[in-house]
């Protein structure tokens, strides 16, 4: 199964269904699965054109139709997709187009500023396409998507499909640990996992996309799976609009990683409580919601329980972009709290001193240009996920840590923060903690909730010793080697990942309260 073939057949049942919506300042514009296609096909025959068959190609930019036509453009065709994080600075955005070996770029207008670094740096690149119709003086080199649409609309080739195993999309991790790395995704790989992911919905089923277009959770579970269903996507402009554009495309459907979750949550919480549920809900999401799926980090189920006095069901899965990159998945009918979901009917699953070996047809073919890595996880055809975990007796998974991030004693006691944190983070005057091991001990680094550190009018101590009692009473129930025995109050929060993921090697980067 390839991509293209999944997106021709979704054409041929919706060629008149909306498969995209998006706000163009106050107007909400829209685009059927036929017109899209177009775009798409003009871009793959635009590409083998200008010659760029069997290379990498970079896409930079945040969520837009231009930006998911080029990248289908791109992989339907023989080249590779190179998605990159559009909030990186242009630094580093260079290193990933060198190290990606990107020959070519499509560049949102917002990014134009870099455009000179990019040409001076990436010797390899050789043409730029900017993700917009029209554009004026542009340098040497650089030209706009439409006039490579215009070329691919007047070319009689087509480019051939590509090979099942052929690298269809490069993706780098976040690097919350460590360098990023960049994941190599075959054809096969993405289409068994869109194929693999039981989830159905109705066509024209409206989803809000609001998760940063450049990671595997958004690209594969709203746009391809939903693609392949006849969904409508609705592109969310800003995580700033969130919740107007939710009044705005009234979607049925969304994906979200927990902090998302956990801010909706406050918002409702904080509401009058005279209001009644049903009609906060239909203020908040719009009124049509019913799902949301989410993943990247654990969610506390008291979440889901509360999520569902407002009607709406939140299903936890389990991934990584190593996986294209769903692992586990939770559905409307097969569903249970607090875990991950049953593994998907592709997906072998296998435990090894507590961590979870993935195999499949959705695991990736390595890393780009990084074999030690490479060797390391992928053993014998196992993937090494680096998180800890197991399987009840019903068959649903359970994550209960990650493997890189124990906190091992000098008692030989092994700690797992998350476990700690996610019992901490219950608490209203928590807004974001990490816990550390530190001196022989653990310590709670917290980020105050700021909502209710100005409602309440707390100063600087009172925070401290509001925080240190929490601490304290959390103590009294606990073994020895469990007890948070230092306090950080930070001043600011924790830097975080385009995925919302906390970098750990960073918890240190900040200035305590004073």
């Given at each position: 199964m390839l991509i293209r073939n999944i997106l021709e057949e979704s054409v041929q049942k919706f060629g008149e269904v909306k498969a995209v919506k998006w706000l163009n300042r106050k107007e909400v514009l829209e685009k059927s699965y036929s017109e899209m296609m177009k775009n798409v096909i003009s871009t793959r025959k635009g590409l083998l054109a200008e010659g760029f068959e069997g290379k990498h190609i970079a896409l930079i930019g945040t969520s837009s139709v231009e930006w998911i036509e080029s990248y289908l453009g791109i992989i339907t065709g023989c080249a590779t997709a190179v998605p990159l994080d559009a909030a990186l600075p242009c630094e580093e955005l260079i290193d990933l187009i060198n190290r990606s070996d990107s020959e070519a770029l499509f560049l949102s207008p917002k990014h134009r500023p870099y455009l000179e670094a990019f040409l001076a740096n990436c010797s390899k690149l050789q043409k730029v396409w900017m993700l917009q119709k029209e554009v004026e003086d542009l340098p040497s080199g650089v030209y706009s998507i439409n006039e490579l649409r215009d070329m691919g609309k007047s070319a009689a080739e087509d480019a051939s499909c590509p090979d099942a195993e052929a690298i269809a999309t490069i993706i780098f991790t976040s690097g919350t640990t460590g360098k990023s790395k960049g994941v190599m995704l075959t054809q096969n790989n993405l289409a068994s996992n869109v194929e693999a992911v039981k989830i159905s919905a109705e066509p024209g089923t409206a989803m809000l996309s609001v998760l940063p277009i450049h990671h595997a959770?958004?690209?594969?579970?709203?746009?391809l799976k939903g693609f392949s269903q006849g969904a409508t996507i609705c592109i969310n402009d800003s995580l700033l609009h969130m919740v107007r554009n939710m009044s705005i495309f009234k979607p049925d459907i969304m994906l979200m990683v927990p902090m998302m979750i956990e801010t909706i949550y406050k918002r409702l919480a904080a509401a009058d409580p005279e209001i009644p549920k049903a009609g906060l809900a239909e203020k908040v999401f719009g009124g049509k919601l019913q799902t949301i799926f989410t993943g990247g980090a654990h969610l506390d189920p008291y979440y889901i329980d509360r999520f569902a006095e407002y009607g709406v069901q939140i299903l936890e899965g389990y991934g990584m972009s190593e996986c294209s990159p769903v692992i586990s998945n939770n559905t409307p009918e097969n569903h249970k709290p607090g875990s991950i979901g049953r593994p998907l009917e592709n997906v072998e699953i296998r435990f090894e001193n507590g961590e979870i070996l993935v195999k499949g047809s959705s695991v990736m073919k390595g890393y780009y240009?990084?074999?030690?890595?490479?060797?390391?996880?992928?053993?014998?055809?196992?993937?090494?996920?680096?998180?800890?975990?197991?399987m009840d007796e019903d068959g649903y998974l359970f994550i209960n840590g990650r493997v890189k991030n124990l906190i091992i004693l000098s008692n030989g006691e092994n700690v797992s923060p998350e476990e700690i944190e996610n019992k901490l983070a219950l608490n209203p005057l928590v807004g974001e903690v990490i816990v550390t091991g530190e001196d022989n001990g653990l310590t709670a680094r917290i980020y105050p909730e700021?909502?209710?550190?100005?409602?309440?009018?707390?100063d600087t101590e009172a925070i401290q010793t509001q925080l240190q009692a929490f601490l304290d009473e959390y103590n009294r129930n606990q073994p020895t080697y469990r007890r948070i025995t230092g306090l950080v109050v930070r001043k600011n929060p924790f830097i975080r990942n385009t995925t919302k993921k906390i970098r750990r090697q960073d918890v240190l980067i900040d200035e305590p309260l004073e």
């Open positions: 959770f958004c690209l594969v579970m709203d746009w240009q990084m074999p030690d890595e490479t060797a390391e996880t992928l053993k014998d055809g196992w993937l090494h996920t680096g998180d800890k975990g197991y700021q909502a209710v550190v100005e409602a309440k009018a707390l």
